[in-house]
């Protein structure tokens, strides 16, 4: 059984089961499901959570810290305060459901990622 997309993002449960977690901690994945024991530590993210959180917080978070500093003319070191808060606050909640999305996409679309070990390959 294979669970939709958004029941990974939103609930942070194994996409194949829908029953085990996904994360342990803040958001190191587990090496396998407590369910059905998917290799989930197998997922191949790379940086794309990091790439794809930082894209999004750059249109939303730069053109606000250029509306404070331009027309409300806030100090500078206010700015990098808000600026690091905001970015820092932003990516901490940002990071498990797109990590849990990404992770959710390779199931559907590459799932022999997570079975290669089971086929001698590494
Ligand atoms: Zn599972």
Known sequence: MTTSIAHTLLHHRCPAC??????????SVVAVCAHCH??????????????????????VVTPLLVVLAFIYAWPTGVLIGVAAISLGGSTL??????????????????????????????
């Open 93 to 122: 909640l940002l990071l498990r459901p797109v990590r849990a999305a990404l992770i959710a996409l390779q199931y559907q679309h590459r799932p022999d990622t997570f079975y290669r070990h089971t086929l001698g390959q590494s």
């Open 38 to 59: 998917l290799p989930l530590g197998k997922a191949d993210l790379g940086d794309g959570p990091a790439f794809i959180i930082l894209s999004l917080l750059c249109v």
């Open 18 to 27: 829908g029953q085990g977690k996904i994360f342990e901690k803040l958001a």
